[in-house]
């Protein structure tokens, strides 16, 4: 998926009154100022409570479901091949959210101060802070894209990551 697309993405989602942020590599290269690598997907995290505008500008587009691992994750795929990996939150009166995890005792965190805006082209985006994303590439093993994306955080951040 290309940046292009990324920002078509979320100014329909804008227009549809959705608000979301960016996490995955794109997240990474969006907190970067710069793409680093080829995208095969895009991942948003988004409001539970605002899924049902998310899914209908997303089917207005042609993308329908092709998986659905609720309440955790699911992705939707255009007739291109395009995918959308998205990530229910559900948000508390302090600006925080949790996600469902595999082990419902132990949901993923989002403090309020992880979404912040990164820069995609020029343009302003919403997206996870460097430090959410360390959090996230934790817990398995990781890929040739995962490495990639850690020593970016390192290279412009200076922060720790585990690989």
Do not use: K, N
Not at 146 to 156: F, G, I, P, S, T
């Amino acid at each position: 998926m290309g940046a292009d697309e990324v920002l078509f993405i979320l100014e329909l989602l804008r227009r549809a009154e959705a608000d979301v942020w960016i996490g995955g590599g794109w997240g990474i290269d969006a907190l970067i100022g710069e793409q680093t690598r080829d995208h095969r997907d895009l991942d948003l995290m988004h409001r539970r409570d605002q899924e049902d505008a998310v899914l209908a500008a997303l089917s207005a587009e042609g993308f329908v479901e092709s998986l659905d691992w609720r309440p955790i994750r699911f992705v939707v795929t255009a007739p291109d091949g395009r995918e959308i990996d998205l990530h229910p939150l559900l948000f508390t009166a302090d600006g925080s959210a949790t996600q469902a995890s595999p082990e419902p005792e132990r949901p993923f965190t989002y403090p309020s101060s992880c979404f912040v805006t990164g820069t995609i082209r020029g343009t302003p985006v919403p997206c996870l802070s460097a430090g959410q994303q360390v959090c996230f590439h934790q817990g398995y093993e990781p890929t040739e894209r995962d490495r990639h994306d850690m020593a970016q955080l390192r290279r412009v951040f200076g922060i720790g990551t585990h690989f």
